[in-house]
């Protein structure tokens, strides 16, 4: 999977496939022993949000118009029924709020995502947590 496959590139990191991606990273910037001021950091950064991104189109699909992609979507969601329509996924998706960086950690670390209430209680968590999912990215993945 990419993010393995991303902090593999770094020998002297040993990737938990049961922590977050986010403590995953953390950790590998203090083994590398990187300051906020090195421009090194911003390159592993990007690194880092490509592989994430990467990981949920493996996950989820590039195909927003693919009922098998949404119905993964509505199972790791715990959407039940799930619907047997692409209309019908969206609809029941369109309400829920997830963090997209848990969201994509969930089937490796079969941790339950986290559903929130409301868009301020997920965006207090975002913020808490520094979970930001890359927003450039998901355009592409057709969500």
């Not at 950790?27 to 990187?34: D, F, P």
């Not at 963090?99 to 808490?128: C, H, I, M, Q, W």
Request: net charge positive; charged share 25%; hydrophobic share 35%.
């Amino acid at each position: 999977m990419p993010l393995a496959a991303f902090f593999a590139q770094f020998a002297s990191f040993s990737f938990n496939e049961n922590q977050s991606s986010n403590k995953n990273f953390d950790r590998l910037i203090k083994v590398m022993r990187i300051t906020t001021e090195d421009p090194v950091r911003r390159e592993v950064r990007e690194g880092f949000k490509d592989a994430l991104v990467q990981e949920f189109n493996e996950r989820f699909g590039t195909d927003g118009n693919d009922l098998s992609n949404w119905q993964n979507l509505c199972d790791v969601l715990r959407i039940v029924p799930v619907p047997d329509t692409v209309q019908g996924c969206r609809e029941r998706i369109w309400d829920t709020h997830v963090n997209l960086v848990d969201l994509v950690d969930s089937p490796r670390t079969r941790k339950p995502v986290k559903l929130f209430a409301s868009l301020g209680e997920l965006t207090n968590y975002t913020l808490n947590t520094g979970k930001f999912f890359p927003s450039r990215m998901r355009i592409k993945a057709g969500y």
